[in-house]
């Protein structure tokens, strides 16, 4: 369940994920005063000392009464930056840390120590499980449909067997662009809507313009699943595969071992082949995060209505 404390800082329950080197302090200073907790890779932020920067700024710009940010630490052996990264979450004390692909003890005790919270990302109960063996206070489940390195298990089915044994933070990713999405994530068990995708049509994303033009114009059906690019399956724009001169419907298999966020080599993931999800059929435009925000409340509102259900207003808890 969401703690009471972060549910009233909420206008909606939503996580901006985290959306490698598109996510900056401008998109995520914006979720964070609209209502929706914002998040950012810390690998975003180069070099290291550019992170420490990007926490002042949030730190300074972001009062009580706007909703927690969250970073992003990738826990694998190829970010040569983790043990930097995370001594400064903990000097800075970041409210929500993010952890991704490897779940480790030392790095939840580290932000547990001055009261953090660890979501851990997951796309297998299996995988789940272990995360909160080794200390995760709550999970974000990825499933089918959502962008970047995505699961192929159904958010039904993900949701209700993490639902048999775990009752604490869970977040819910895949193809979650509207505010009838988010409610029926909460339907399903889940505790938060976590977009990513439709975040990157924002005015404040740091993303190319061809990038967001491609996502208000695409659909589900732009969407190929690959481990070709990061040695991880996950889910792009076809059209972005096209523009680097492949056939996105005859990619080889990648292989785990070429998994490098610092690769130069070409074309490189998410600078040029653009991670997407199944859920931009719903993004029509590019606008500013805080209306997204607006339009995710108004339909959020909309689709409790047609349940016959009253808002609960977060002020008057």
Known sequence: ???????????????????????????????????????????????LPQFE????????ELGPNDAPYAVNLIVHKSNDRLMDDLALCVQYKVPIVITSLG?????????????????????????????????ADGLIAVAAGAGGH??????????????????????LSGSIATGGAVLAAEAMGADFGYIGSAFIA?????????????IVDSSSVDIVY????????????????????MDPD????????????????????????????????????????AAFVARLRREYDAARGRLGLAREVAAAA
């Open 1 to 47: 369940m969401i703690p009471a404390s972060l549910a009233r800082r909420l206008s909606i329950p939503v996580i901006g994920s985290p959306l490698f080197i598109i996510s900056n302090p401008d998109l995520v200073i914006a979720q964070c005063k609209a209502g929706v907790i914002g998040s950012f890779p810390s690998l975003n932020a180069r070099p």
């Open 53 to 60: 920067e990007w926490l002042q700024r949030l730190t300074t």
């Open 103 to 135: 779940a480790r003890v030392d790095v939840n005790e580290a932000i547990h120590s001055y009261g953090g919270i660890v979501l851990h990302d997951i796309i297998t109960n299996a995988f789940a499980r272990k995360a909160i063996d080794k200390g």
């Open 150 to 171: 995505a699961g192929t298990i159904s958010p039904f089915a993900l949701v209700q067997e993490i639902r048999r044994w775990f009752d604490g933070p869970l977040a």
């Open 202 to 214: 924002t005015d404040e994303a740091r993303a190319d313009d061809r990038y967001k033009a491609m």
């Open 226 to 245: 690959s481990s070709l690019f990061t040695g991880v399956a996950g889910n792009y724009l076809k059209p972005s595969i096209a523009l680097a001169g």
């Open 250 to 289: 005859a990619l080889p298999a990648g292989d785990l071992k070429t998994m490098n966020f610092g690769s130069d080599a070409a074309p490189k993931a998410w600078k040029e082949i653009w991670g997407c999800g199944q859920g931009i059929g719903a993004v029509d435009a590019v606008i500013p995060a």
